[in-house]
């Protein structure tokens, strides 16, 4: 099925660990992007791609970091994870500015 | 800043039934888009509905239609005939035209009673 597929699904880590999610979409859209969902808060962009080559922070960037690989592919890394970042993780990918976001099924991220 | 308020943390409504979820916004923008999305425990959003600001009429989707009061900066989802399947949380979110960032509302949860 088209659409954005993210991995893992799950994880724990202990503080301190590092780790990369991994975000891939099929529908050849050029803007990526990774939210955070928090209880009571709603999502909050973490970072953004408008556009293959080009990373821009969000309003939660610290202790992240992106890598768009190609047009497909937008990873987030965790270079020393903390429980303030527990947390469940969307990717998302959109075409058409305005059109709506197409979300990934979430990664469901536990440090500990 | 623009930001997005969603004042029912909880919303119940018998199987059937029509059910209104509020969302207001504040920005002093004149053009941007504002949505509805839905996210059910298997964790996925899913885009239920969008409005172009420019639009005076009201976007409807099946059982979903909203109520854009632009003056009043309103954007409420009316849901009819609700079944078992619409129980969720929903979040309201808006975006300005020309950017790529969406300002989430915090989410209202939907229980649909049989």
């Known amino acids: 099925n088209a659409g954005v597929t993210q991995t893992p699904k799950f994880q724990v880590l202990k503080t301190g660990q590092s780790m990369t999610l991994q975000c891939a979409q099929d529908m050849n859209h050029n803007s990526m992007y990774w939210y955070r969902q928090d209880p009571g808060m709603g999502l909050r962009l973490i970072y953004y791609s408008a556009s293959e080559g080009t990373t821009d922070k969000g309003e939660v960037p610290n202790g992240y970091n992106v890598s768009r690989l190609n047009k497909r592919e937008f990873s987030l890394r965790l270079e020393s994870a903390a429980p303030s970042q527990t947390s469940v993780y969307f990717c998302?990918?959109?075409?058409?500015?305005?059109?709506?976001?197409?979300f990934g099924s979430g990664t469901r991220l536990t440090v500990v | 800043a623009q930001t997005v308020t969603q004042s029912q943390p909880e919303m119940s409504v018998q199987e059937a039934e029509t059910v209104t979820l509020s969302c207001t916004y504040d920005?002093?923008?004149?053009?941007?888009?504002l949505f509805w999305y839905k996210q059910p425990p298997s964790r996925q959003m899913i885009l239920v509905i969008r409005q172009e600001a420019y639009k005076q009429q009201n976007a409807t989707e099946n059982r979903f239609s909203v109520n854009f009061q632009k003056a009043a900066k309103s954007f409420s989802l009316k849901i009819s005939d609700s079944q078992l399947g619409d129980a969720a949380m929903y979040f309201c979110?808006?975006?300005?035209?020309?950017?790529?960032?969406?300002?989430f509302g915090t989410g209202t949860r939907l229980k649909v009673l049989a």
């Open positions: 998302a990918s959109s075409e058409i500015q305005g059109y709506g976001y197409t």
């Open positions: 979110a808006y975006r300005r035209v020309g950017t790529y960032k969406y300002i």
């Open positions: 920005t002093s923008e004149s053009d941007y888009y």
